[in-house]
């Protein structure tokens, strides 16, 4: 169950610790805590303001009060605010201060305020001056008040060892244990030793105390209604359920039990029985404002979320002061199984206009963040398409360019369409950047909502939330961001660390911050010379800073990759291939054929039953061979070339007969075969360069788009040279004209006149 069991079992028992302790209490404080713990706070509440107007000096009065304004946040820490509650207990232990200097308890509570707002030496203070009015245990028959106040004031020191359902273990058990040495048959003491153990996942201990609870007093239901506690947390659902019903049974106006039944029954599927529990709730609770709150609350961590929805407009409707309620209608658009990003970003955008801002609480800003990166999820997507539709538009701008004057409308059209998606798709990345801008920033005010001190060392929950952030950083191609982020989890003192730095390098490395993950990569390769994943990045980093393969910064990574990788060949084969391509493909362009062949073999003989690495090693062979045909000057030579190219390119299609590649590839050999026969070479194009005029331009340069093959025209303007296998574009410049790029098809010639 998503609901804070521990927050609430915790401080249930402040509420009904009283039921037993101080009898000399009047009646009508145990009618007050009684209405307290049926979770009717406001009527409670009103009873609390008569009995202190009626007895201002009365300290118990004040505290219990206090503690009614925080049991009303943890019953509903969605729609409250602990600052807020904290706040207004204090005031109430502070005023109880002042009624009785010398009463313990309104010290425990200003101790419990200051604890849970990160005030530990504040909350220390008051734990002492709280210990202060009780004599050393030996001592313990001279001591006033009775024993039996004595014990439960230890315990509610101990009770203030808990926060957040942790507990300070080396404190608040030796507390809890001397109360219950002190007095054995409290059952407030034993209600508080249960709710420590459950803190501590003692379940065991947490229903031994809790079983003596409701042997000191059996017609409490509080005790069952904590074991039902216990079983929830260890999802025992069934064995949950009679808890609650004995709860029930012992007092059938027992608001809280009716809430749970009714959450458990949801999470059954017993959906009417649900229903008529939530109902049951309701009725005794008044069904005010307040009470409809706390059961939206349970609908919405019951997973009804249709129905918060619902049950949030209705209260909106009648009361729009509520604006807190629009983070649960925000919160459910977003957890709903078809959610409505849009409607969540609303509701949530209406909160933080309407709300105090120091109501806004930690998860408003979580949820914010994390509606605002859903609703952009397909942010990707839309770069994607993006960066596919600009070569698109600068290929159709060429062809329009060298277009006849009858092609000219059809081409014209196509640039017109591809400008138009273009332009929207760049004002929906615009807007989408805007908001995923705005969920980090989301992020951030979550993570540093509870931080006071930015040195502090890092919560579990403030490690989450840094992950989450991380993660999405990534995602959405922030990979700057997402290094930096994840940089700050990683514990130097960590042994076991290599994959907490390979996810910072890794994120360099997309980032396309080749220094700083190289740096990275090699602090992992200090701490593990052998570990094959950073010697695999090490390698990719080195082959992006050398895209051209020109200069060979990648080969000896490669190298070294390879060497680790064939420790175990077939375990690290997709490694292995990796290195055998990178380093074929770097022999092939300097030259070194015979190298390039090896490692192209050592391909195909990897692994005899991987079919793809055999296609991926004939392929290279084929290229290979073909390159080699190109170079060779003799006939017999390039014949003798070609052959084995048209031979790798075969053995693809036996492997896998609908290859298409490997169809086109062996079509282009052939056909390059043919030629070679006739004298003539396939890659070889010829053209004049001219002004508009038809003046031959001299000296102008005709080059292939991002490749280095370039030629400059004679006096004539006349250039012919061989270009590289599947060039697409010819750029034509001159000194005083207008570049022009040209498409390059299947013809030999290309005749270009220039603008002035």
Sequence with gaps: MKISMLKKGVLLTGACSVLVAFSLQAQDLNSAIQLTKSESYDKAADVYKALIQKEPGNSKNYYYYGENFLLEYYSDTITNSLAAATKSAKEMYDKGVSANPNDPLNYVGLAKVAYYLGDDAKAN??????????????????ISPPAKDYALTLAKIAESYAKDGVVDTSIALPLIRQALKIDTKNPEIYLIAGDLYMMVNDGSNAIKNYNLAQFADPQSPTAAMKIGYVYVKGRALQQAIPNFEEAIRLNPNYAPAYRELGQLYWRAGRLEQSKENFKKYLDLTAGNIPAKTRYVNSLFYAGDYDEVIK???DILAVDKSRGYMNRL?????????NPDYEKALTYMETLFKTVDPSLILQKD?????RILLKKNQNYTKLLDELNSL??????????LATATAPNKPKFQASVDELTGKISNLEKSIAQANKEIDKAFAEFNKAFNFKRTDPNAPLTSQERSLLNEMAVNYYSFRRYDSAAKTWARLIDPA???????Y???GRAFYNGEKYKSADSVFNIVIKKSPDYLPAHVYLARTYSRMDPDTKLGLAKPKFEKMLSIAAKDSLKNESEMIEALTYLGYYNMENGNYTLAKDFYNRMISLDPQNKENKIRGYNGLGSLETRAAGQEKTLEGKLGFLSRSAESYQKILELDPANTSAKSNLKWVQDYQASVKKGINPNEIKGVVTNMAGQPIPYASVRVKDTAAENLT???GEYKFEIPQESEFLVISAKGYKTQEVAITKSRVYNVKLEQ
């Design 365 to 369: 800003h979580h949820y914010m963040a």
């Design 311 to 313: 049950n949030v407009e």
């Design 714 to 716: 004679n006096a004539k």
């Design 329 to 337: 209608a925000g919160y459910s658009y977003f957890e709903k199984d």
């Design 390 to 399: 600009k070569p698109q538009l600068e290929r159709e701008k060429s062809r």
């Design 494 to 500: 960590k042994e076991n660390n290599l994959a907490d």
């Design 502 to 504: 390979m996810q910072v």
């Design 125 to 142: 203070e008051m734990r002492a001056k709280a210990k202060s009015f009780l004599l050393p245990y030996k001592n313990l028959k001279k």
